[in-house]
Every structure is written in structure tokens, then in C-alpha cells.
């Protein structure tokens, strides 16, 4: 290989005088300096870090490896695969162990305590004199001396803050070893906030949109394909290279608690959905496009959750050992299959397919027919490398999902998800990943039980066999990092950040959005839209007690249902019904449960009982005498059966806030808005309202638009609603639209693609595509 000179002021001085003058310049950009090619890359790098400037033709390159010469890996001129194979032959086992580590949840800054803790030179962020935007002890730890470079993020300050701290990340890994930049990721970040007021010139931290499923209520890829742009956009301003996104599980169990993370229950429409959401995030156009719709506006997608974690049976969630089984009564594994092999696997754009791809924790029951293995998906070889890199040709990063290695101490607790596997050692559990096809580990900091796995390899394989095996993992996800652009330029302009995420066009996007995902239900004799300024009681919305899934207690409380100061621009607020001319009633879905009671369990019971998608107390008559999967190290019996036990919603006040209202309202009319997270049985207060609107997360004044007519309803059902918890209980979990819906007063049934507007039902493209 031709050693070149690092550039300098003499050769500058020179080339004056041959005619043969650079092509390239450079700028300092504050904490890094830009480097300009003539029609070809442009290049980020921090002077701190030691890298310096190479060239060749005239052109400028990064010496990441400071080793004097131009390689491969360094040349932006190669492929990404010819890039990503010579770096990857050039990488210590230690440092493929720490590209194989994806971290827990980072947030910035740290807080001091409990989840997402971190210090500053052994003290809290306040007691430290350190920036909101300065590495943590933790993570200077995790990315020098175990080697990991794929971070996940959750909260941020802000996004300049985001900014900065993406910058001091990449100016310390940059001058490590082989300069390998950092991959940030995060879960979804475009909520809204009920409260928030829109208006034209509104901006905020990140644009807001509708959940996922309030997306697909839409049934508009282009819609879902905006969003993903504007989305990867302000991803990127942040520093994040990867979405851990879209959640394209069938939300074929109406039961499950991530219900309203999907794209509904239909393979057609959650696969087309699916597209367009890949393509908006990865895909980069004109001037911010490297290669193949590649650039600095794509974000890897890692679509989950592989081979889907809708069929939960009865609806519990695999983050609990209580959840670990994926049933198939219905033998339709193909349904579940269709939004990866059929959207995230065959996309429109240049970008070809999602680049990465997460098993969820399930033990997906007795789908392996080779080797009859019931293990964890991340763990089955069958599931991933016969199934979804032989069948299905797949060949990007298989990510497990988080802290599927660690140990679990039973089957309630949120600790470590380690099913079917809880014998292994840790070390133990790395290594069947790995020999089972995955290339990477959600949760994870630490290089060592991955160091140790490797030697369990190359003890019952050989050295060659284990080096090939973690190149070929380390070739995979080198390229996601190589194809956004991060090894020329990682680095943010912390100002333009600033400007970009949540800036008005983006947030009035997404209200847009919110508008078109708002489903009409019911309009009894037409009394929407409702006139402005007219008398308007909205009663207060009572949340229970409660635990949530890290074990955080939240006490009981009584407040106001929406932004009572927006409502009063619309409407005149009144504090009883019997002043209103009209009521509003916002209330949630019914909180069912998790399926399983500890105080089931110490009364004697096995510990499982349903989840009701009812309101009021509800007994499983119809419920299985026999679970179809179970069996645990924790549990001496493998039915997992509740028939017969009863309970009651969390919140049963939200029905009775209904129908006590429309006992006091009279003939006045009764609206009632339903912020779904799961499908609700409507049979509970139906004929108690008037209009029904139901929506997966928008802001209060989205509703207020919605109905004073200044947007009109358009969003159809992307999932049924029961009439009944007897058809919840005898669906199959893995079977789209098999239930019976409950048909209204108006005789409208509330089925799949359902949903009215002001004319009355909606029949249009949509619905002929679709139903």
C-alpha cells in the first residue's frame, strides 16, 4: 500500500507552483473542523483526537488509524463493503466484542439516582461543576475500555445539548484505536403532549405525532412516509444514526400491553405501512445523499420485533417471564411474517431493505420444527438462521432486545429476560446468540461475556472458525455505521440542531397528522360538529394508584381531563353539567392488567388471571381450561390458565364518569373521546354517548379542531373492536380480524376500516384496499 505524506504547509507551498493544487479546503467549526472535497466528501474530525489529514489525487482523508497510510476503510472513494471487510480484518477480537455491545439506556445528562444514573467525576451533574452535555463516568468506561460504539439514548435536556454531547462522544472515540465513530440510537420520540398548544409559528423539542397505530388509523403511506422523513431529519440533528423502530409486530392479541406500538392487525396494511416508514428514515436525497439513497439524513431502521411478539398468549408481555410464550393456535405464522418479508424486506427506495433487525423476547411455542428447540427468539437458531437469514435472504444486524442475558430471579419482576435459557451461565447465553445468528447485544456494556463466548468458540470450533464468525458480525454492523455517513463527518453544528429539531414546518406536519389519525365512531343525528362557544362541562379524570413496570409507585390523583385554557378558546367552560349545553368526556381505554397477580399467587392460585378489556369486573368463563404453551424454572406447573377468576379496570371511573354524565346531561348531548391504548369492549357506555372519537395520542387541540369542524374526521379503525369479552377469549392470538365487533345503536358495526366522517360512513380507496 502507497504511504502518503500528511498533509502540511510545505506541500501546500508547493503545489502553488506544480499547477497540481489540493482539492479540498477546510474550515474550523468550532469543537471540529470540516474539510471540503471538490465533488466528493465532506469530512468532519476534531483536532483533539489526534487524527489527521491524508491525501491522495488531490483529495483529503481522515488517518483514523493514524498510521500514516491511506486504508481502505479510510478511503471515501471505496464501497461500504469493500470498507467495512478491510476494517473489520483490521480489528482486535476485543474490539469486535465492544461493536457487539449496544448500551442501556443513556440519558442527558445523567440523572443521579435510579434509572438512567450516572456520575461525573465520581459526583452527580450538580455537585460536579460538569456540563449537562460532558460524557458520563459510565460511558467514558464503556466506550474506552470495552470498545462499544453503538449507544442508546432516552431523555435529552435539549437538543442542543443532544448536540454537543454526540460531539465530545465522537472526538473521544475518534481518537481510540481504529477511530470508529459512535451509533447513537433511540426508541420513539415523537409523542405529543396533550397539553401543548399548536399555532403556526409553534416549535418544541421534537415535532409531535400520533403513536405508531394513531399513524396507521391514518391508512396512508405517504403519510407514515413523511413522517419518517421528517422524523430521520431531526434524528439526526440530535446525533442518532438508528432508530430502534418501526414496531411492525400484528397486533393480532388485543390483550397486549405494546398494542398501540403496532401498525394494527392487518399483514396488508401494516406491510405497506412498514415501507414507507423504512424508506422515509433511511433514505436521503440530493445534496445529503453519499450513495444507493444512502447520506446524512438516513437513519438505520431496526424493524422488530423478528418473527413478531403479537401473539402473546392472553395478552401478557414477554418482558416478564409470566409473558414468555408466543402461541399459534391459528398455524398462521405467515400472517405475522408478512410486515418484515413483505414491507421492511422489499421497500420502494434505494436503500433495498431495513438494515437491522430485533427478535423479541418470546419463545415463540413450538415454531421450531428442526431442531424442537422452545428457547427465547434471539436464542433459536432455527428463527434466526434458518428461518430469517435462510428463507427469507436476510444479511443485515440481528440485534437481541434488552438484557436478554442477564439473569431473571422469577417470573414477575422486570430483571433480566433470559427464557428457556435460565440454566446457561451468562457467557453461556452470549455464546448461543451468537451460535445461533444474531451479531449484537441490547443492554449491554460490558466486552467480557462476549470475550468469553468467543473462547467457548474457538474450543469447540477453532480460532478460524470463531475469527470468521465475529468478522462476519463486525462486517454487518460496520456497514450501518459506514452507510449514514458517520466515518466522514459525525459531527453537529450545535446552532443548526437547534433550528432544526421541532421547528414549525415539522410540527405542523405532525399536527396534521394527528388531525387525519383521529377515528369517528359514532355521530348520533349528526351533532357533529359541535358550534363554538357553547356552554361546555368536561369532568375531571381520576387516575388510580398504581405500579409501573420498573416498580415506580404513583399515588392516586384527580385533575383536569385536557388543557382546560385551549378548551376555553373554543368553547365556554363550565364547571356541572346542568350549566352545559354539551359535555366532553376524555377518557383512556380500560387498564386490564398484566395478566398476572401476586396476590393470586399467595391465596393459593397459580398467579394468572386475564386481562379485560372491559371496564367493569369481568370473569373469564370462556377463557382455555388448558394454556396452550407454559412451564418455567420458577414454577412447579406448566397450565397457565385463569378461567374463572375476575377482575376489574384499574380505571372503571372513566365508563362511570360516562354514563353518570349523560344521566345528568339528559337530552343534551354526550361526546365522548377514548385515548386508545388497547381496544375497549364500546357495549360498557355506547348508548350513553352521543359522538364517539378515539385516537392513539394527539394533542388536546386536535380534538377541539376536530370537533368544532375545523378538520373533519378521516381515519378508519386499523383493528376491531369486540362486542364481547367471549369473542376476546376464543380469538386466536396469531389471526388477524377474527373477532366479532360490536355493532351500535346506528347499526354500525366497528370493525376493521371502519370509521365515519361528516357524510356518514367512510367508503373511499382506503377502504376498497384494505377491508
Not at 159 to 171: S, Y
Request: glycine share 10%.
Amino acid at each position: 500500500m502507497k504511504k502518503l505524506k500528511i498533509i502540511s504547509v510545505a506541500f501546500l507551498f508547493a503545489a502553488l507552483f506544480t499547477g497540481c493544487g489540493p482539492k479540498w479546503s477546510e474550515e474550523e467549526m468550532g469543537d471540529f473542523n470540516l474539510v471540503h472535497n471538490e465533488g466528493g466528501a465532506t469530512l468532519g474530525y476534531s483536532p483533539k483526537s489526534g487524527v489527521t489529514l491524508l491525501t491522495d489525487g488531490g483529495y483529503a482523508f481522515k488517518d483514523l488509524n493514524k498510521n500514516g497510510e491511506l486504508d481502505v476503510y479510510e478511503d471515501w472513494r471505496k464501497s461500504v463493503d469493500e470498507r467495512a471487510k478491510d476494517l473489520a480484518s483490521k480489528m482486535s477480537v476485543e474490539q469486535i466484542a465492544g461493536l457487539m455491545l449496544y448500551s442501556g439506556h443513556q440519558s442527558i445528562p445523567a440523572g443521579g439516582g435510579g434509572f438512567g444514573a450516572g456520575t461525573y467525576n465520581g459526583k452527580s451533574l450538580s455537585d460536579s461543576g460538569a456540563r449537562s452535555s460532558d460524557l458520563t463516568d459510565q460511558q467514558i468506561k464503556f466506550l474506552t475500555e470495552d470498545n462499544l460504539r453503538h449507544v442508546l439514548i432516552t431523555t435529552v435536556e435539549s437538543p442542543g445539548v443532544a448536540a454537543q454531547w454526540n460531539n465530545n462522544m465522537q472526538a473521544l472515540v475518534e481518537g481510540l484505536g481504529l477511530g470508529i465513530p459512535g451509533n447513537t440510537s433511540t426508541d420513539p420520540r415523537h409523542g405529543t403532549k396533550a397539553e401543548t398548544e399548536y399555532n403556526a409559528g409553534a416549535g418544541g423539542d421534537i415535532s409531535m405525532w400520533p403513536t405508531t397505530l394513531g399513524l396507521a388509523a391514518t391508512f396512508d403511506p405517504a403519510v407514515m412516509k413523511k413522517f419518517g422523513k421528517i422524523a430521520s431529519i431531526e434524528y439526526r440533528a440530535l446525533g442518532i444514526a438508528t432508530a430502534l423502530s418501526p414496531q411492525i409486530d400484528l397486533s393480532t392479541e388485543p390483550r397486549w400491553s405494546r398494542f398501540s406500538g403496532t401498525m394494527g392487525e392487518d399483514p396488508g396494511l401494516a406491510a405497506d405501512l412498514t415501507r414507507a416508514y423504512v424508506d422515509g428514515f433511511q433514505t436521503s436525497s440530493a445534496a445529503k445523499e453519499i450513495a444507493g439513497g444512502w447520506g446524512f439524513e438516513s437513519v438505520n431502521a431496526m424493524v422488530k420485533h423478528w418473527p413478531s411478539g403479537g401473539p402473546e398468549e392472553g395478552g401478557r408481555d414477554a418482558h416478564f417471564g409470566y409473558g414468555a410464550y408466543a402461541v399459534y393456535p391459528g398455524n398462521n405464522l405467515s400472517d405475522q411474517l408478512k410486515p418484515f418479508t413483505e414491507g421492511a424486506f422489499k421497500l420502494d427506495g434505494l436503500t433495498g431493505k431495513a438494515t437491522a433487525v430485533m427478535p423479541y423476547y418470546t419463545i415463540s411455542y413450538n415454531i421450531d420444527q428442526k431442531n424442537g428447540e422452545n428457547v427465547g427468539n434471539a436464542y433459536n437458531k432455527y428463527i434466526i438462521t434458518d428461518l430469517l437469514r435462510g428463507e427469507y435472504g436476510y444479511d443485515g444486524v440481528v440485534c437481541t432486545d434488552w438484557m436478554i442475558t442477564a439473569d431473571a430471579a422469577n417470573v414477575h419482576e422486570f430483571r433480566g429476560k433470559c427464557w428457556g435459557v435460565e440454566d446457561l451461565t451468562i457467557a453461556e447465553r452470549h455464546y448461543k446468540v451468537i451460535e445461533a445468528g444474531a451479531d449484537q447485544f441490547g443492554g449491554n456494556n460490558e466486552k467480557g461475556p462476549v470475550l468469553e463466548a468467543y473462547e467457548m468458540g474457538v474450543k469447540e470450533h477453532g480460532e478460524e472458525y470463531m475469527r470468521n464468525r465475529f468478522e462476519q458480525s463486525a462486517v454487518r454492523l460496520l456497514k450501518n455505521i459506514f452507510r449514514p455517513g458517520l466515518f466522514e463527518n459525525p459531527y453537529l453544528v450545535v446552532a443548526e440542531s437547534e433550528e432544526i429539531v421541532g421547528n414549525p414546518e415539522y410540527m405542523k406536519a405532525g399536527y396534521e397528522a394527528q388531525l387525519k389519525s383521529v377515528v369517528m365512531l359514532k355521530n348520533k343525528d349528526g351533532v357533529l360538529p359541535l358550534e363554538k362557544k357553547l356552554k361546555v362541562y368536561i369532568p375531571q379524570k381520576y387516575t388510580p394508584a398504581g405500579t409501573n413496570w420498573f416498580g415506580m409507585r404513583s399515588e392516586e390523583k384527580w385533575s383536569d381531563a385536557a388543557n382546560m385554557d385551549m378548551v376555553a378558546s373554543y368553547f365556554e367552560v363550565v364547571d356541572a353539567a346542568e350549566k352545559a349545553d354539551v359535555a366532553i368526556c376524555l377518557i383512556s381505554s380500560p387498564q386490564g392488567g398484566t395478566g398476572y397477580s401476586l396476590e393470586d399467587k399467595e391465596k393459593g392460585g397459580n398467579g394468572y388471571v386475564p386481562i379485560s378489556l372491559q371496564y367493569g369486573p369481568y370473569t373469564a368463563e370462556y377463557a382455555r381450561e388448558e394454556s396452550i404453551a407454559g412451564g418455567s424454572p420458577f414454577e412447579d406447573f406448566t397450565n397457565r390458565s385463569y378461567k374463572g377468576k375476575s377482575t376489574e379496570a384499574a380505571n372503571v371511573y372513566d365508563m362511570k364518569v360516562v354514563n353518570e354524565t349523560k344521566a345528568k346531561m339528559g337530552d343534551k348531548p354526550v361526546i365522548v373521546v377514548v385515548n386508545v391504548a388497547n381496544p375497549f369492549i364500546p357495549a360498557e357506555f355506547e348508548k350513553s354517548a352521543d359522538a364517539i372519537l378515539v385516537h392513539c395520542g394527539v394533542q388536546d387541540q386536535a380534538i377541539m379542531d376536530l370537533v368544532t369542524g375545523n378538520a373533519e374526521p378521516s381515519a378508519l379503525l386499523p383493528f376491531q373492536l369486540p362486542a364481547n369479552m367471549k369473542t376476546v377469549e376464543e380469538q386466536f392470538e396469531d389471526v388477524p380480524r377474527d373477532m366479532d365487533c360490536y355493532t351500535d345503536e346506528m347499526g354500525n358495526v366497528y370493525d376493521f376500516a371502519y370509521g365515519l366522517n361528516w357524510s356518514g360512513v367512510i367508503n373511499d380507496e382506503r377502504v376498497n384496499t384494505y377491508k
